[in-house]
T-cell receptor, first 114, second 112 residues
Framework: AQSVTQLGSHVSVSEGALVLLRCNYSSSVPPYLFWYVQYPNQGLQLLLKYTSAATLVKGINGFEAEFKKSETSFHLTKPSAHMSDAAEYFCAVSGGGGADGLTFGKGTHLIIQP | DAGVIQSPRHEVTEMGQEVTLRCKPISGHNSLFWYRQTMMRGLELLIYFNNNVPIDDSGMPEDRFSAKMPNASFSTLKIQPSEPRDSAVYFC??????????FGEGSRLTVL
C-alpha cells in the first residue's frame, strides 16, 4: 500500500522567492513519484516524475524535485516564483513499477504574493 | 490531438436520480482511471481499468456506484441513486501502461 503526506495545505511566497512544497511518501515497494499541478476548473497536469533513475528530476516551468529514500521525501522546488505558478499542487505515488493507480496527497495551494 | 474528453462538464440533479458520467480516453491508451475530488477527501481513486478490464475497484464507495468500459474508447461511471454526499468533481484519466497519466477537465456533479 502507498500513501502521501503533503505538509501545508497552503503555502504563500513572494514573487521571485524560492518555492518549496513538501511531500513525504510511504510505500511497501520501490515507488514511482509524481508532482501534478491543477489550475482552477481544470484537470491535473504532470510537472515531473521520478521512476528510479536520477534522484534529481527536472520538470516543466522550472520546477524540480529530489528523491531522498532515507527521508522518504520528494519535495518540489523552484528557485524563483512567478505569479503564474499560483495553483494547487499534488504529490502522488504509485507502486508496481508505475502500473498501479496513483495515490494522491491532499494538495498544497500555492499563493504568490506580488 | 484530443485529450481525455469527459461529459457532462457540469451536472445538477436531485437526490435519488441516476447520474451517468462519460469518458473518452486518449486513443491508444490502454489504462483508464476514475477519480473523485472533494475538499474534504482530496483526490480519491475510485476504479481503474487495464485493457478494458477492471483491475482495482476498491475505491468505489458503495454499491450505488458502478463503472463500465465496454470498449477501448469509452467508459461510464454511474451513480444510482445519487445522494447529496456524492457532490464532487469526477475526473477521468488515461495512460499507456506505466506512462504519464493524462486527465480530463472533470465533471462537476451537484446533487441537491
Amino acid at each position: 500500500a502507498q500513501s502521501v503526506t503533503q505538509l501545508g495545505s497552503h503555502v504563500s511566497v513572494s514573487e521571485g522567492a524560492l518555492v518549496l512544497l513538501r511531500c513525504n511518501y510511504s510505500s511497501s515497494v520501490p515507488p514511482y513519484l509524481f508532482w501534478y499541478v491543477q489550475y482552477p476548473n481544470q484537470g491535473l497536469q504532470l510537472l515531473l516524475k521520478y521512476t528510479s533513475a536520477a534522484t534529481l528530476v527536472k520538470g516543466i516551468n522550472g520546477f524540480e524535485a529530489e528523491f531522498k529514500k532515507s527521508e522518504t521525501s520528494f519535495h518540489l522546488t523552484k528557485p524563483s516564483a512567478h505569479m503564474s505558478d499560483a495553483a494547487e499542487y499534488f504529490c502522488a505515488v504509485s507502486g508496481g513499477g508505475g502500473a498501479d493507480g496513483l495515490t494522491f496527497g491532499k494538495g498544497t495551494h500555492l499563493i504568490i504574493q506580488p | 490531438d484530443a485529450g481525455v474528453i469527459q461529459s457532462p462538464r457540469h451536472e445538477v440533479t436531485e437526490m435519488g436520480q441516476e447520474v451517468t458520467l462519460r469518458c473518452k480516453p486518449i486513443s491508444g491508451h490502454n489504462s483508464l482511471f476514475w477519480y473523485r475530488q472533494t475538499m474534504m477527501r482530496g483526490l480519491e481513486l475510485l476504479i481503474y481499468f487495464n485493457n478494458n478490464v477492471p483491475i482495482d475497484d476498491s475505491g468505489m464507495p458503495e454499491d450505488r456506484f458502478s463503472a463500465k468500459m465496454p470498449n477501448a474508447s469509452f467508459s461510464t461511471l454511474k451513480i444510482q441513486p445519487s445522494e447529496p454526499r456524492d457532490s464532487a468533481v469526477y475526473f477521468c484519466a488515461s495512460r499507456i501502461l506505466d506512462g504519464e497519466l493524462f486527465f480530463g477537465e472533470g465533471s462537476r456533479l451537484t446533487v441537491l
